[in-house]
């Protein structure tokens, strides 16, 4: 057969992923030079906003000297935001992933290529006016735009396109970061939908050619160098480890609810949206006096907490200016990413633990509940796990990393139905599920559904004979499709009970079946049934023939296909008790006592 069970492989790639690996690696290698742009470009407003000068070096505004009138800063950097997305692309608000999302799943992988110009000014200006954000959103919306223009000028499927749009995504944040590995896991857990050679190998290239290309423009990694910490933990620090993934997943659970409840409450005031990044910016500035660490990306503050010399007040301030400023901004709509801020708000909820939780060496606990933090409230644990070990190279945090992750991720995954990066996919109107699971239609055969006790018509029959059998062979079967086999059950075609009834109503007693009689499109007993329900979806038949060896075994149709779901649903339900305990001495031998 055509697609027999030895011609399936373990994958479905094919040789175009290697052209669009070559296109996903020049793609990689742009991205780091727009990451190089975009941070140039933050550092460039900061100057500009705060300090009144022309230039690109990277400086936090904490330290500027203008006294109360810096409450107006960010609030300008709120007006430039919402003018450019009231009349430039309003997909510039928000955080990115979910704009990057929207156009994987909605969108076809089309991205706007004024996109690729707004999204990295407007989050300059936002950031760079003091906006408590950090740089990645906007690049993994900026290099994912590039990667579907480029793709856009080429001939190339959807599922292509998406291929590039993540492969440009991913680049952007290894740039950013000096995190490759954790980029393309990024990729798989968010983006792609789907673990498969054809999409994992460019994306991989882009993001490992964006890392490589980042030591000579931006400098090696790690972002942010810790101490080493001991490799073998006691027992109370592992526990630790669970108390702080507990309380970091009831952190993610608060602020993510607090961010769309912030955008609910936005949606009633009585101005158009184009002026609400203002209004939060009133609200950054304000807290910007009260704890000017708050503003900006916070990469300074972020490293210092991972050096563990910055005084409990810091801790405080991140966990209540900080969070506060950022889901009133990111509520209000402006420009801006989200991993920085979830990174200082983890490390901070790390330094306060450090102050009950037993003493496991320098900032410990911040690098742990960081890395919780990120794994909750995005609902990547292994992406979480793998960026904080890449940030900081320390190779012996693994294991409490996994602990305190995992644990983050089940608090969420129980209590939130959605995560911050899909809730507003959601409130587009679009569902998205993000379990990864082999399709039970792939391990299930076609033998094990098919149909035995079926109608097959003999090549030779005369009209006369066949309407006896459409008057023996009463409706109630089902069946609509019936097989013509010779004497010896090689099938020669298929007839569909319309067309046999039409020859039926012929005057023609002696008309055979062969002029109605077609082409079948088979199916193999050994096939699985995903091959099946493609071969259904190509052709537009939802009912095949089952032929071995060239001799009809049965039949298969949509409605079986349907049984084999009730079947995989049933697995995953019912609940039984296979092997059961017997004691030497049972309850007879009690009683005999």
């Given at each position: 057969?055509?697609?027999?069970?030895?011609?399936?492989?373990d994958f479905t790639a094919t040789p175009r992923v290697v052209p669009i690996s070559l296109v996903a690696i020049a793609i990689g290698f742009v991205a780091a030079f727009v990451a190089w742009v975009l941070l140039r470009l933050i550092g460039f407003f900061t100057n500009v906003f705060y300090y009144g000068r022309s230039a690109t070096t990277m400086v936090s505004p904490a330290g500027n000297h203008l006294g109360w009138f810096a409450i107006l800063i960010p609030a300008a950097g709120g007006l430039i935001v919402g003018a450019m997305a009231y009349y430039g692309s309003e997909r510039i608000r928000g955080?990115?992933?979910?704009?990057?999302?929207e156009s994987i799943l909605i969108n076809g992988s089309k991205v706007e290529p004024r996109l690729a110009i707004l999204k990295p000014l407007s989050a300059a200006v936002s950031i760079g006016s003091g906006g408590p954000f950090g740089a990645e959103g906007p690049i993994i919306v900026t290099g994912g735009a590039i990667g579907s223009v480029v793709a856009q000028f080429l001939r190339l499927t959807a599922a292509e396109r998406k291929t590039l749009l993540v492969a440009g995504s991913a680049a952007g944040m290894s740039a950013t970061f000096a995190t490759p590995v954790?980029?393309?896991l990024l990729a798989v857990e968010?983006?792609?939908?789907?673990?498969k050679p054809r999409s994992i190998i460019p994306v991989a290239l882009a993001s490992a050619t964006a890392a490589a290309t980042r030591r000579y423009i931006l400098g090696l990694g790690p972002l942010f160098p810790v101490p080493h910490h001991p490799l073998s933990l006691d027992p109370m620090a592992l526990v630790g480890c669970v108390i702080a993934g507990i309380l970091a997943g009831c952190l993610a659970a608060i602020v993510t609810q607090s961010v769309y409840t912030t955008e609910d409450l936005f949606r009633k005031l009585p101005l158009h949206w184009k002026w609400w990044p203002a209004i939060g910016g009133i609200v950054v500035g304000i807290g910007g006096l009260i704890f000017p660490q708050a503003l900006g990306v916070g990469y300074d503050t972020i490293g210092a907490m991972l050096q563990g010399d910055v005084p409990r007040a810091v801790f405080a301030g991140v966990l209540l200016v900080k969070s506060t400023i950022w889901v009133i901004s990111l509520g209000s709509g402006t420009s801006g990413g989200v991993l920085a801020p979830l990174l200082m708000m983890g490390a901070a909820l790390g330094g306060v633990e450090a102050i009950f939780l037993p003493s496991a060496g320098v900032a410990f606990w911040p690098l742990v509940s960081m890395g919780a933090m990120l794994a909750g409230t995005m609902g990547a644990p292994f992406t979480a796990v793998l960026f904080a070990l890449e940030l900081t190279h320390d190779i012996n945090m693994l294991l409490p990393l996994l602990i305190a992750a995992m644990v983050a991720y089940a608090i969420t995954v129980l209590i939130m139905k959605r995560s911050i990066l899909t809730e507003k996919i959601a409130r587009r109107g679009y569902h998205l599920s993000r379990e990864y699971a082999t399709d039970p239609l792939e391990i299930l055969f076609v033998h094990e559904v098919m149909r035995t006790q079926i109608v097959a018509l003999p090549a030779e029959a005369t009209v006369d004979a066949l309407r006896d059998t459409l008057i023996r062979e009463p409706q109630q079967r089902g069946q609509h499709l019936?097989?013509?086999?010779?004497?010896?059950?090689?099938?020669?075609?298929?007839v569909t009970r319309r067309e046999l009834r039409k020859v039926t109503a012929s005057t023609d007693g002696r008309a055979s079946l062969g002029d109605v009689l077609r082409k079948p499109v088979v199916a193999g007993p050994d096939e699985p049934l995903r091959a099946v329900v493609f071969r259904m979806a190509e052709t537009g038949f939802t009912r095949m023939p089952v032929v071995e060896d060239?001799?009809?075994?049965?039949?298969?149709?949509l409605h079986d296909l349907l049984m084999a779901r009730v079947r995989n649903l049933h697995e995953e339900r019912t609940r039984e008790q296979v092997l059961r305990l017997r004691l030497p001495f049972g309850s007879q031998a009690l009683k005999k006592d």
């Open positions: 057969m055509k697609n027999s069970l030895k011609e399936l492989g955080h990115g992933i979910p704009e990057a999302l954790s980029a393309v968010l983006l792609l939908f789907e673990w019936y097989p013509v086999i010779d004497s010896g059950r090689t099938l020669k075609g298929v060239g001799r009809l075994a049965g039949m298969v149709s």
